[in-house]
């Protein structure tokens, strides 16, 4: 359960990656708020996607 | 001994059963190569590629048409060349270059390759070093400068370099997997930066975009000084910018995990995401820098990518440098230190180190990076042309393959031969006929096959 709400948060991340800028681009966002969110999500993803992202990696190595 | 085989180990986990074939149990499935040619393919040297292919003045179909094309040339290449005798085989390409080619001829092969790793980590120490200036309000380098132009532009490489080098001495298993962890959210920062400009360019909808595209961003008018890149430049570049990992065999240590060949096929996502979308993307942030800077000749991939997505941008700048620049510098060191293994390992990488940050200091470096890549695939092109002529034909014409390994020898002319003679022709080539540095692979790569049958057939009838 904890490892799954973490690889939802850090998809929330990757999301406030690309979303924001989707805004822009449809000119529902101003370039800042996307700057700022962007900024938000890069942390978020940079905390929560390296406690699972190589893990799979490191099983099958033991395999 | 032990402390070596750790070192090998640490290098990189496809180093392992580096002198036999790999147990079956140990072969991967399509997931793991699909995850890993996306990593390995969005790196620092897009957010280079991308704007000169702008600078050297490509149209939007050329540039579209040439990198589709193109792109899916390199997965053939590596699905039909590479993988194929990776699965064969199941060896890695130093392994089998030593048997057919010798031990002296491997030791020549690894330290041209570690001089070419050195000068590649040199233009990804640059590229970080343009957003770590950011701050500081550094000059930025010029697409013209050849030399460095002011201190802090040293200072900041040097800066830079110091700390690449430190965590290459220690750290490199870190370094890969942070760099696994980057490359999803590295390619999502390339594709939002170009989305958050476009309406700066013009474009306010998915429709209006071939228009600007074709008007404002890849105009097809080259900038001053530069060549100008037409539809082939496009597809040859996009083809054999990895001429070293798919027709020079150097993948042989990646796919020679893959249960079956057509796992080569899977170099797909990295090339439509980090050599066609990210180039793109790349591309469509330098062309709005040129708009708004009224065509200044500046060219710096940190402050661009910090203008379109902010602190972001300049974070995924300095990231895809680094991830780039640091494995690259501790291969590089691995490299040189095959000349010697009783060399310290962290002495050896000190040193690459320090000459890379010097290489690095030259904006050259960065601003040639086309003619580099194509370079540096073209140099180790001619030994992938000998292991598939060795794998596949020399047999079948009565002759011994793996000639080194059978005979003894510690240099198999035939090989040495065919790689002076090949480059001899190319260079020429270029010389003489005025072929373009991007196109000689090719006619390159036919000429070593010939050359390398014709040299085997002499070298082995003595």
């Known amino acids: 359960m904890k490892k799954l709400l973490i690889k939802l948060l850090s998809f929330i991340g990757l999301g406030l990656n690309i979303v924001p800028a989707m805004l822009v681009f449809s000119a529902e966002m101003t370039p800042d708020t996307c700057k700022q969110l962007m900024l938000a999500g890069t942390i978020l993803w940079f905390v929560t996607a390296p406690s699972w992202m190589n893990k799979g990696q490191e099983d099958a190595s033991r395999e | ?462």
């Not at chain 2, 997965?75 to 085989?89: H, Q, R």
């Not at chain 2, 990804?124 to 380098?141: E, L, R, Y």
């Not at chain 2, 066609?276 to 800077?293: D, K, P």
């Not at chain 2, 042309?385 to 014409?397: G, N, Q, R, W």
């Open chain 2, 1 to 462: 001994m032990e402390k070596n085989k750790s070192l090998v180990a640490r290098l990189n986990s496809v180093n392992e059963y580096e002198q036999e074939a790999i147990p079956a149990n140990k072969l991967k499935g399509w997931r793991s190569f699909l995850g890993t040619y996306a990593g390995e393919h969005t790196a620092g040297t897009e957010f280079v590629i991308g704007p000169l292919f702008v600078a050297h003045g490509a149209s939007a179909i050329d540039l579209v048409t040439g990198l589709i094309l193109g792109n899916i040339l390199a997965v053939l290449s590596w699905a039909f060349l590479t993988a194929k005798i990776a699965v064969k085989t199941r060896v890695t390409l130093y392994y089998l270059l030593e048997k057919i080619a010798g031990k002296r001829f491997t030791l020549i092969y690894n330290l041209v390759n570690a001089g070419l790793f050195c000068f590649l980590a040199g233009s990804m120490i640059a590229v970080a070093a343009t957003a770590v200036g950011i701050p500081f309000d550094m000059a930025m380098p010029q697409l013209t400068d050849v030399y460095p132009n002011n201190l802090g532009w040293v200072l900041t490489v040097f800066a830079v370099g110091t700390i690449t080098t430190i965590i290459a001495m220690f750290g490199f298993d870190q370094v890969s997997k942070f760099a696994m962890v980057a490359a999803p959210w590295m390619i999502m920062v390339f594709i939002a930066a170009a989305l958050a400009v476009l309406p700066r360019l013009g474009v306010t909808d998915a429709g209006s975009f071939w228009s600007v595209a074709e008007s404002t961003i890849w105009t097809g008018v080259p900038l001053e000084g530069q060549s100008k890149f037409g539809f082939w430049h496009i597809l040859f570049f996009a083809w054999f910018c990895n001429m070293a990992m798919h027709i020079g065999m150097a993948d042989l240590s990646l796919l020679r995990y893959a249960k079956k060949w057509q796992y080569g096929f899977s170099s797909a996502t990295g090339v439509f995401l980090g050599h066609f979308i990210a180039w793109i993307a790349s591309g469509i942030l330098y062309s709005l820098f040129l708009i708004e800077s009224e065509g200044s000749l500046t060219f710096a991939p940190g402050p661009i990518a910090y203008s379109a997505v902010g602190v972001a941008g300049a974070i995924c700048v300095v990231v895809a440098g680094w991830t780039t620049a640091n494995p690259t510098l501790y291969r590089a060191g691995l490299a040189i230190q095959s000349i010697n293994p009783r060399w310290k390992t962290w002495k050896v990488t000190l040193f690459v180190g320090l000459f890379t940050t010097i290489a690095a200091c030259f904006p050259a470096l960065v601003m040639m990076l086309l003619e580099f890549v194509a370079l540096y695939g073209l140099i180790l092109m001619p030994v992938g042309a000998v292991i598939f002529i060795d794998v596949y034909l020399l047999e079948k014409m009565g002759l011994t393959s793996n000639y080194a390994q059978v005979s003894g020898k510690r240099l198999n002319s035939a090989v040495a031969v065919t790689w002076l003679v090949t480059l001899a022709f190319c260079l020429l080539l270029n010389l003489m006929v005025g072929v373009e540095i991007f196109f000689l692979g090719l006619p390159g790569w036919f000429v070593a096959v010939l050359v390398y049958v014709i040299a085997s057939k002499i070298t082995q009838r003595k």
